[in-house]
Structures are given as C-alpha cells and as structure tokens.
C-alpha cells in the first residue's frame, strides 16, 4: 500500500511560470523532474495546425499518439492530462420508469479510455442520482486496479452527521470494489468559508477520521473540490497549513479565467496562481463552463473556426486548461464516444497554446461571450431534483442554447420575429414537458444553497418565464 | 354525368370538413370554416337567416342536395354503403317510409330543441355526430401521425411540426361517438340511408320541402321496362316500380345513382314542378300504399340499429364528483414528501438532523443528484357553475346554441375545452384547467364556432370579459398553510393584475404574503388555479358566471 508522501517539489517545477513553461515546450526541451510531461514536446510546427485529428503522415494520432501524463509530485503518480468525469453518463428506463445507468454503454467509453491511456476516473456518491460509483466500480474493477486512479468524494451535504459521511466513506469502497482509493475530495467546499467547514467536517471528527485513513494509506490523496467566493478559497488555503492538501479541484476554462463575476466565484487565473504559489497540484473540473465553451455563440464560433478550421470549438477550451503546468488532470464529462475521441485527439501528443493563443482565449473570445445574456449554469444537476418537478438546467441549457446560436427572438420589429418566435416556444416544449416549465416555480429557494455557482435560480427562471409569457403574448 | 359531379362534390366536402376537425392549428379554418356554417342545424342555432333560406330554397328547387353533398355524416354513410356488398352489387329495394318513426324522432327532437333539452339534440345532429367521430376517433391517430412527423422535425432541427398532446378528453363522449359511429356503420352497411330516412332530424325538416321539389328525377312510365335496376340501385330506397313506377321525394337525396343506371333513359332529373311522384299531373291517382317490398329488412336493421344507439347513450359512466378532502390529504402528504426528502439541503442541514435522526443500525438513505420528483396531475375541481368560453356570453346561451359539433374542443390549443361529463350538458363543451389555462392572446373557439354559441371576440375584448371568477381555499395554499415563505405563483401570471399578494397577519411587518382575488379585476382565465402548485387540487379555482359581463 502506497503511503502519503510529503510533497517535494522540483526545483525546476517550483520556480516555472507560465511563459517560461510554454517557452521551454514551445523550444521543443523536454522538462526534467517530476513533472517531465510525456509528449509534451512540440514539434516545431505553427499553432495552427497542431490541433488537426489527423497528422501530417496521415495516421490518425488515436492510433499513434501518447496520452500526455503528468506527474504528481506529491507521490509520482504518472496521471494522464485527460481524466474521466463519471457525472454524465446516458441514463436508461428500466421496467418501473426509473432511471438507470446504461452499464454496457459505460464499460464501452472506459475501457476505451483506458486503452488510450487515460488513467484518472472521477465520481462521486451523488452522481447518476447517486449510481455513479456503483456504475464506476462495475467498469473498472474489469481492469487491474493498477492500471488507473480512482477519485471520489465525501458528499456529505445531506446532513453533518457522522454517521452519514461514515456511509458514504464505506460504501465508496463497496462500491468501486477496491480496498483503496487514490484521490479522495472533500466534495464542494466554499460556501460557508471556514465556518461551514468547521460544521461539516471538523466539529463531527470526520476530517480527524480521514486524516488517518490517509496515514494508514486507504488514502492515498487527500484533497477538496473548490466552489464559492475568495475569502472561502482564502480559507481553503489557511487550512492547507493545518491539513495539508494533496491536491485540489477548481473550475477553471478560458471564461473564468478572468470573467468569473466575483460574487459567485474566483477568477481561476488567482485560484490557479495561489495553488501554484504553495505547489499544490490542481485538477479541473468545468473546463467547458459545463458545456457552454463547446457551444457557444456564434460569433465565437466563426472566430475559432477561422483560426483553425479543424480544430472542434470544445478543443480549444481543453488546450488553454492543459497549457497551464500545474495541472494534474482535466476532467471532462464525456457522455458519448465522440466526445471521448475529441478529447483524446486534444490530450494524446498534447500541443499546449501559444502565449498569444492564451489571451486570444481568456481576453477577446471570452469578452464576446460575456456580451451574452446567458445563464451560468453548468448542469451539473446538484439544484435538482426540485420539489416541484422543475427541470432548472434543462431551461437554462435550453435558453442559454437559443441566446448563442443567435436564435433568441428579442423584438417584434426584429426581421424573422415570427420564425424565430416559433422555433423557440416549439422547442422550449420539446425540450421541456409543459409541467416541468418555469412558469411552475413557486419560489421556494430550496434550489439556491445547492448551486456550486450560486445563480439566483428563481429569479432567473422568473426572468425566463417572463421573457416566454411575452413571446406567448406577442408583446415582446 | 350528374352521378359524378355529385360524388366529386360531396367528397371534397366531406374532406374538407372531416380536415377542419383534424386541424388542430386552426389555420385550414380560415379557408374552409365557411363548410361549417353552412351546415344545417348550426346555421338555425346561430340564427343564421341567409343560409337557411338559401338551404331551404335549394331544397325546394333542387330536392334534398344538402344530405348527399353537404351533410358529412351523409356522404361518409354513401362510402360505406358504397362498400357494401348490397351497394356495389345493387340490391335495395323499396321499403315503405317508417312514419311513426321518422315523425317521431322528429317531433321529440324539436321538443328537445325547444325545452333546451340540450344532450339529446346534440346526439341526434348529423353534423356534430360527424365532428364527435372525427374528433374523439379519428383525431387521436391524427395528433399521433402528427407526433411522429414531430419527432422526425425534431431530428432535423425544424419546427414545422410540434408534438401535440393526445388524450381522453370525456369518456361518455367518447362512447357516443363510437356508439354513433356503429350504429351509422352498420345501417349505412344493411340499408344504405336508413339513418338519413328515419332519425335524422335534418333529413326529415328537409323532407318537408323535397317532396315538393321542382327539379327531381323522373320516371317516363313509357319507356321505363320495369327491370327495377334503379329500384335496386337505390340507396334511400325509395324508388317503387311495382306501386306504380313512383319515388318518394321525401326521401330521395338526389344521388342519381338510378339515373346513371336506366338503360332505357327513363330516367331524368328534370323540372317537374307539381306533377305527382310518378310524372303524371298532380290530380292523378298514385299508389305510394301500394305493395311493399323488402320492406322488413329496412325496419328490422333500423330498428336494431335504434336500440344500439339508445344502449350506447344510456352507458356513459357520469362520474362522481371529486371530493376535495381526500386529495387534499394526499396533497399534503405528497408536500411533506417530497419537503422531507429535500430537508437536508447544505444550509438547513442542522435542523433537518434533528427531524430525520436516523435510527442506530438503519443506513441512511443518501440522496443522489439529479433526476426529478414525481409531479401528481390535477383534478378538476367542483365548481358551482360551469365555466364557458369567452364570447359565449352567458352559460345558457352558449348551451341553447351549442350542438356538441366538437370543432372549438378541436382547435383549443391549451388543452382547456373539452366535452362535459354533466348529463344536462353532455357532451357540449366546457372550460377546465388541469392541462393549461385560456390564455389571453388566444381566442381560438371564438373563430370557428358555427352555431353562434361563442361569438367573435378579439383579444383585446377577451381580458374584459368576465366568464367566472377565482376563489381561494386558504388550507391549501402552501404559503397560507406553511408549506412555504413564499410563492405567489397565482399572482405572477395573472393576466389583469386581479391577485394581490396580501400579508397574513397585517400587523406584523415581516408575516408571509397570501394570495387575495379582487373580484372586479379577475375575469375567470383558470391561469391561477392551472399554476398554483397545490395538487391535485388547486388552492386556487374558478367558478363560472350565469351571465358574462364586462369586468
């Protein structure tokens, strides 16, 4: 059983920036020490080019290329860039109505990913409406247990009780079918800063208890998934004195790395820097902004494409979070096989971004996008389900959909008013069954201390709801 | 020549018509809507002088034209007649008019009309016989060929087809219509026009001018050899060569089928206005008494056919009223379910331990994210009056006028008319608002009534009338009841500004805010009582007005 090892940083590794990092891959060096990045060594070719699927001799790099691993200093572990988000499977009906996990469609993707190199899986007890670790466990306990790292989390929002997070710890090990776990995340600190933590973790002993579990080596890593505002993160950090925190989880992708609103959460360019400043590897959650960053406006689009014709839009958003060194692993919930194989072109003989690239991403792109009356929402599910049967992201995916692809009417003295007016009631039902509509939230606000990213729901389905009624009406 | 004419004629017709009830976008009604008012009995409930006159006219000139042309329910009993083996072979044969029966109905038909005896009139009216068909039975596979091509559409990112949702709108209505359908079917089948010479009401007002009609067919007893071919060919059955080479007018519905048949050009439909049924000069002697033949058969088929009719209408099940006291337990029940299961939100994490304190050994229940909470359909409230659409004015007029034709259930777009279940009213539409509510840019039912039971409204005069008025049960509201702080759902969609959020308890400055109707304001569109979220029933409901007025 491995034990937990003390971080030691390389020199090398401690001192490099940004730009110096891009400089040396940029020059073709291969970096020495811990974090010597396989494949990361580009060759000299222009930026434009890199990201096409098929290389230049014509062989397809998912049949020639190298997953990029990093090194986690911390203990060694070689993880690959790309790691498996297991949130979003497709789920199925079964004989009663309920929804389950398509297992087969899962072992497909994961043994997929495993094949080419990805070695990172990350879920949670709360996922798949708590069916995730199970669905995990069932895939790669398929495989030997060396050949990947498991992460997964204490989601204890329940309740503080111990005896919640106790069944949560051990069912995690039932579930994944394993007598260890790798990477284990206290799941979605921030809100409530050290207060909150105190209550859910230190007053109940359970962070006393997952300290030993580390020290016995049933942990290997011991780490926290970040959400919320920056004097919690200021916390977080204050803690890592007193705790030492293997590694930790952000949302980071080109919009927040500097558009983050503040409020709600932290620009990832200072979440990113204050981690790096204490050496502290970081892995990525919503390098999408939850699927956003792969579909956004239109006018994004053409400015991407126009770039590089090849490259798919959701590319983009995965090289600007691997460019950054410190980056242990990126997670990206991949549903369907194609979404796998993108990614997989991203990540094997990985091409970081240029220096100008970077700003390209964090400055103009995400300036246009932050132009767009769209909501924050990543559908990650946690507001869900909402007592009164509302289906929240669906109507914030469907509305925020219709406000990129330029198709929201917005003026009946707009040409194509009534075609537009159409398209969106037609597919505001097909989207989303009448009784699950927003015109049914009552405002209960239950759904509000569940948001990672602390959007207003009811005021924004209010919003939306008003903005339907006047479309219905004809009075927009 | 004139066969053909006719039979293209009447089949147009009855596509077009059969088309307006399948529509359900309403926009074929701008172009066709005219075939409706031009029916019969809608035009008399609607007063509608002008078409009247010129049905009757046209019956009086032409013989009865409107039953094998215009008359839906008459052309569709001519296809299966067509159908038939006695139809396509040619086997009827004269039978003696059924005058007990005819005048009969007729008579209890126009008792009914007159005594507002409203279910019985819409059940005998081949017209909204027709539209009950079409719409109860036809439409579902209709709406579902639709839901297919939307679900294709949604493939493609079109939105030219949506999905529309399919569903039982009234059972007894429901089982009349399939009732009728049989009935229709299965005389059609057996005797070609029993039905039109014997019930329906229509056929026989008509009747009263055919038999004098100046253009009809003919028989030129000279040439005619007796080989009976048109006799045989005739599907009213009212073609007698052995009594004397004569036809009953009063139920001939001008098909020209014997026309198109004489070998011998005996027949023709010609001006022969006063002569006698066989031809000759009106003062002489004719046998329509005389010897009747094949007679039996038409009256045993129409005399089951009958007894079917009147079982179907006797089997409605007429549901119970709902009684509101258990639902509401169940709603509670449900709210304390699922406020239960979502306790233990981050915030509220302390208090909710201290509810749900697991016992020692019992695993937790861990909640997963995602997936959504079961949302319990609601049911339609007891309401004291009927509520009926706006533009009908008061609930009698609407149902003195409606003939349960179904056309305004067709085009509702926000599932909200559908047929009444109350037996005075069976089958004639009401408002309701489980599925949605009358939205206040849609005054759909108002285009295309054709019998004048909802008149023509604009928008802009629908949110000034006032069809009913909204009431509140406080011990369901969720705020008034403590469910939850704050809701005001009812309040946010009400389209006239009629709810008022209103503190509970006036002197304390932070108390929850309940709703409150102003009665002057609300005009009685269900959008409150469609949206509050207590069910099954709503804390919210809507009662109708006798009498509609301006608000």
């Known amino acids: 059983m491995v034990s937990r090892s003390t971080i030691k940083l390389d020199n090398t590794m401690k001192n490099i920036n940004r730009r110096e990092f891009l400089k040396k891959t940029g020059e073709g060096a291969a970096l020495a020490g811990a974090v010597a990045v396989a494949g990361a060594c580009a060759p000299k070719k222009t930026a434009e080019t890199v990201a096409a699927a098929v290389n ?213 360019e200072y979440l990113y820097n204050e981690l790096d400043k204490r050496g502290i590897p970081i892995v990525i959650m919503e390098p999408l902004q939850g699927g956003r960053l792969a579909k956004p406006a239109e006018s994004v689009v053409n400015r991407l494409k126009e770039r590089d014709p090849q490259a798919s839009i959701a590319s983009w958003a995965f090289r600007f979070v691997g460019s950054y060194p410190r980056v242990l692993s990126v997670l990206s919930g991949m549903v369907y096989m194609e979404h796998l194989q993108d990614n997989l072109r991203t990540y094997m003989d990985f091409k970081p971004l240029t220096e100008e690239e970077l700003t390209f991403l964090d400055t103009d792109i995400s300036d246009i996008m932050a132009n767009y009356p769209t909501v924050e929402c990543n559908d990650c599910k946690y507001c869900m389900p909402c007592p009164y049967g509302i289906d929240i992201p669906g109507i914030f995916m469907h509305y925020n959909n219709s406000v990129n692809q330029g198709l929201q009417p917005r003026s009946k003295e707009q040409e194509d008013y009534q075609k537009l007016r159409k398209s969106y009631l037609v597919s505001y039902d097909r989207a989303i069954p009448t009784l699950r509509q927003a015109d049914h939230c009552v405002g209960c606000k239950q759904c509000i201390p569940k948001c990672p990213q602390s959007i207003p729901i009811p005021r924004e389905l209010r919003r939306i709801d008003a903005y339907v009624e006047k479309l219905k009406q004809n009075t927009l | ?148 091509l939307a679900s294709i559409a949604e493939k493609h990112e079109s939105y030219t087809f949506y999905t529309k949702e399919v569903w039982l709108k009234s059972l007894p209505t429901f089982l009349v219509a399939l009732g009728t359908l049989v009935a229709v079917v299965i005389l059609a089948w057996k005797n070609g026009r029993t039905y039109c010479n014997t019930i329906c009401p229509v056929g026989t007002t008509l009747s009263f001018f055919s038999r004098f009609a100046a253009f009809r067919p003919v028989i030129d007893a000279s040439k005619c050899k007796s080989c009976h071919l048109c006799e045989h060919k005739c599907k009213a059955a009212c073609i007698d060569i052995d009594g004397g080479k004569t036809i009953d ?202 019998a004048g039971a909802i008149l023509k409204i604009t928008p802009e005069e629908k949110t000034q009338w006032k069809v009913g008025t909204a009431k509140i049960a406080p011990w369901l509201c969720l705020v008034d009841n403590g469910t939850v702080e704050e809701c005001g759902n009812c309040a946010r969609h009400c389209p006239t500004g009629a709810i008022q959020m209103v503190k509970k308890d006036p002197n304390d400055p932070k108390s929850v805010r309940i709703p409150s109707v102003d009665e002057s304001k609300c005009i009685g569109c269900g959008a409150c009582e469609n949206l509050c979220p207590s069910r099954p029933i709503s804390a919210i409901t809507v009662d109708g007005f006798q009498i509609h007025h301006k608000a």
């Not at chain 1, 572990?77 to 790309?82: A, E, R």
């Not at chain 2, 109350?422 to 489980?434: T, V, W």
Request: proline letters at 4%; hydrophobic letters at 40%; one cysteine or more.
């Open chain 2, 249 to 450: 007018y009063s139920r001939c519905v001008d098909c020209f089928n014997c026309i198109d048949n004489c070998k011998f050009g005996a027949l023709k439909y010609r001006f022969a206005w006063g002569t006698e049924p066989n031809g000759t000069p009106a003062k002489a002697n004719h046998a329509t008494l005389g010897t009747v033949r094949g007679g039996t058969g038409a009256e045993r088929s129409g005399a089951s056919g009958g007894a079917e009719r009147s079982e179907a209408f006797a089997r409605p099940e007429v549901p119970s009223g709902d009684s509101s006291a258990p639902a509401d337990k169940t709603r509670r029940a449900f709210m304390v379910g699922s406020a239960l299961a979502l306790g233990g939100s981050a915030l509220s994490s302390v208090k909710a331990m201290a509810q749900t304190e697991p016992a020692e050994d019992e695993p937790v229940k861990i909640e997963g994210e995602g997936g959504f909470a079961d949302i319990v359909p609601k049911i339609a409230p007891k309401r004291s009056v009927a509520i009926t659409p706006f533009g009908s004015e008061s609930v009698k007029a609407f149902y003195s006028h409606c003939t349960a034709c179904q056309l305004c259930v067709a085009v509702c777009p926000n599932n909200v008319l559908r047929p009444s279940k109350d037996l005075k009213h069976l089958m004639q539409p009401e408002m309701s608002f489980e599925r949605g509510y009358c939205r206040p840019e849609c005054v759909k039912c108002s285009e295309v009534c054709p």
């Open chain 1, 56 to 268: 230049s001799d014509g062989k397809d790099v998912l049949e020639t290329g190298k997953m990029e691993l990093r090194t986690n200093p911390g203990n060694g572990d070689k993880v690959s860039l790309l790691g498996y988000g297991c949130m979003r499977f497709t789920m199925k009906k079964d004989a009663n109505g309920k929804d389950v996990v398509d297992q087969e469609n899962v072992n497909t993707l994961i043994d997929y990913a495993l094949a080419h190199g990805v070695n990172y899986f990350d879920t949670a007890p709360v996922y798949l409406q708590g069916q995730s670790e199970k669905a995990v466990g069932i895939a790669l306990s398929r495989h030997p247990r060396n050949s990947y790292y498991i992460a997964t989390k204490m989601s204890n929002f329940q309740s503080n009780d111990r005896k919640v997070a106790m069944q949560l710890y051990n069912d995690a090990f039932k579930n994944l079918q394993t007598d260890y776990l790798d990477y284990y995340l206290l799941h979605s600190l921030g809100r409530g800063g050290a207060a909150g933590f105190k209550a859910r973790f230190e007053d109940n002993g359970v962070l006393d208890f997952l300290l030993k579990e580390r020290e016995k080596g049933k942990i290997r890593q011991l780490g926290l998934s970040f959400h919320g505002d920056q004097p919690s993160f200021d916390d977080m950090m204050v803690l890592h004195d007193k705790y030492h925190w293997d590694f930790v989880q952000i949302q980071m992708n080109y919009y927040d790395w500097k558009h983050a609103d503040g409020r709600r959460n932290v620009n990832a």
């Open chain 2, 1 to 148: 020549m004139l066969k053909k004419i006719r039979v293209t004629l009447a089949t147009l017709c009855l596509a077009a018509i059969t088309l307006l009830f399948l529509d359900f976008t309403g926009t074929l009604h701008h172009w066709l809507g005219w075939l409706a008012k031009i029916q019969f009995l809608p035009a008399v409930l609607a007063l509608n002088l002008v078409v009247i006159i010129v049905l009757l006219l046209v019956t009086i000139l032409f013989g009865r034209i409107y039953c094998s042309v215009i008359c839906p329910l008459g052309v569709f009993q001519d296809g299966v007649a067509n159908l038939s083996k006695k139809g396509k072979k040619g086997k009827y044969s004269y039978s003696k008019e059924m005058k007990w029966l005819r005048y009969g109905v007729w008579v209890v038909f126009v008792i009914a009309l007159i005594a507002g005896i409203n279910a019985l009139v819409a059940l005998l009216a081949p017209y909204s016989a027709w539209g009950r068909i079409v719409q109860n039975l036809l439409a579902p596979v209709w709406q579902w060929g639709n839901n297919i």
